[in-house]
């Protein structure tokens, strides 16, 4: 009788021990998630708010809870400013116990909080931030980039365009490290392609008239214009080009990075047959549109890509928590690794080595007044571009990717 209590106790002290809510491990009892973001600028409509809503939407999705420990979610404007942001970001760090950080719209904010999470060891995911340099010559095991690069909408806008007949581009370039991003990596696809590049102008973000600018561009006499930057440069340029006669004249613009929110804003008669590449359309299934409706009742618009993003890995940094049984950054970060991405934003998804997530994109043509039925009926979807075609391999700059 003794031996076998003895044999029973071992049993049940070894399950007990190998039991996740033992073995689990939380720092300071609460898993903090930061959206640090553009609340009040420029950026806010597709970030701001709408990305603090869809993370909100994560967590209580997953029940508010993970290893039985609460998640809570904190706001940060940094204003665009890299020297907010990363004052933000240490001070969420070090004093606060965030996590993990996410959002942040603007390369060069991105760029100054990544430096902060590699110096604290803290996870951080960039879903409004493109340059490539995230996962290359900067690439970091702390700094994860999930919805898109330069390269990656480069390949799906310029090489479509260019097989379309669109094979001379002069480009209107954001003068920041996106913009300038976004113009590299669109220029070799259309050099690679055949097609020429006549020149480009560098108008300053924010830029409130940018009539000069488009001008040069309708002198080129470029069959393509492209459009190197994000809101609200690119919003105002498709304006301003449709009030100087370019469509007209038979010249075509091609963003490189637009948004859904930029086309609501722009209106369909100016923004009609506008060409682009995206990461999510809110109507291009169940799926998408199940989740969107949901977002669109707390916020009275549709998602961007950003912020689907923002659902999409808030959601797999919390699965890969339960998995690890600990939210220490590097055993989540391969648990995040360790799965494929398969949800109604991601489609063949994977985080790869060097910490990008390499998913399938659209390639959609805004829609005529006449083509839209209904209320966010603005995309055609007229191909897949495969996440290994778009992003392409791992650039051999980025030191994990050598391993």
């Known amino acids: 009788m003794k031996a076998t209590r003895l044999a029973m106790f071992g049993t049940f002290a070894a399950a007990l021990l190998a039991s996740p809510t033992v073995s689990a491990q939380v720092s300071d009892d609460v898993v903090k998630i930061g959206v640090l973001t553009d609340m009040n600028g420029p950026a806010s409509t597709p970030t701001g708010q709408g990305s603090v809503t869809a993370a909100q939407m994560a967590v209580d999705d997953f029940g508010g809870k993970v290893l039985g420990k609460p998640i809570s979610v904190i706001v940060g404007d940094h204003q665009l400013k890299p020297d907010i942001g990363a004052t933000i970001a240490r001070r969420w760090y070090d004093v606060d116990q965030v996590d993990l950080i996410v959002d942040v ?3 060069a ?3 100054a909080v990544q430096n902060i999470a590699n110096e604290k060891k803290k996870l951080f995911i960039t879903h409004s931030t493109g340059a490539t340099d995230f996962h290359g010559k900067f690439c970091s095991p702390y700094a994860i980039q999930w919805v898109f690069d330069t390269r990656a909408l480069a390949v799906g806008t310029a090489q479509e365009v260019v097989k ?16 300038h991003s976004l113009e590299k990596d669109a220029s070799a696809i259309v050099t690679k392609n055949g097609g020429k590049v006549l020149g480009a102008v560098r108008p300053p973000f924010a830029t409130p008239d940018l009539s000069s600018f488009i001008l040069q561009a309708q002198a080129s006499k ?3 214009i492209g459009i190197a930057g994000g809101p609200p440069n690119n919003t105002n340029e498709i304006k301003t080009a449709a009030e100087f006669g370019v469509f007209a004249g038979g010249q ?5 990075l637009a948004l859904i929110t930029d086309i609501h804003s722009i209106g369909l008669s100016a923004a009609q047959g506008l060409l682009l590449t995206t990461s999510f359309y809110w109507d291009m299934d169940d799926k998408t549109r199940e989740w969107s409706k949901r977002y669109f009742a707390k916020m009275n618009r549709m998602p961007t890509m950003w912020q689907a993003g923002v659902y999409s890995s808030v959601t797999a940094y919390l699965n890969a928590i339960k998995d690890a049984g600990t939210d220490d950054p590097l055993k989540v970060a391969a648990k995040m690794r360790e799965k494929p991405v398969e949800d109604f934003f991601a489609r063949n998804g994977k985080l790869r080595e060097d910490n990008l997530m390499v998913h399938d994109l659209w390639l959609v043509q805004v829609k005529t007044p006449a083509e839209s039925k209904y209320p966010w009926d603005y995309y055609k979807i007229l191909a897949k571009i495969s996440g290994e075609d778009a992003f392409g391999p791992p650039d051999p700059a980025c030191a994990m990717a050598k391993k």
């Open 222 to 224: 470029a069959k393509i």
């Open 252 to 256: 075509q613009m091609a963003a490189l």
């Open 164 to 179: 379309r007949g669109g094979d001379s581009w002069f480009f209107i370039t954001d003068d920041y490290a996106f913009g």
């Open 109 to 111: 904010v991105g760029l």
């Open 105 to 107: 719209p603007v390369s």
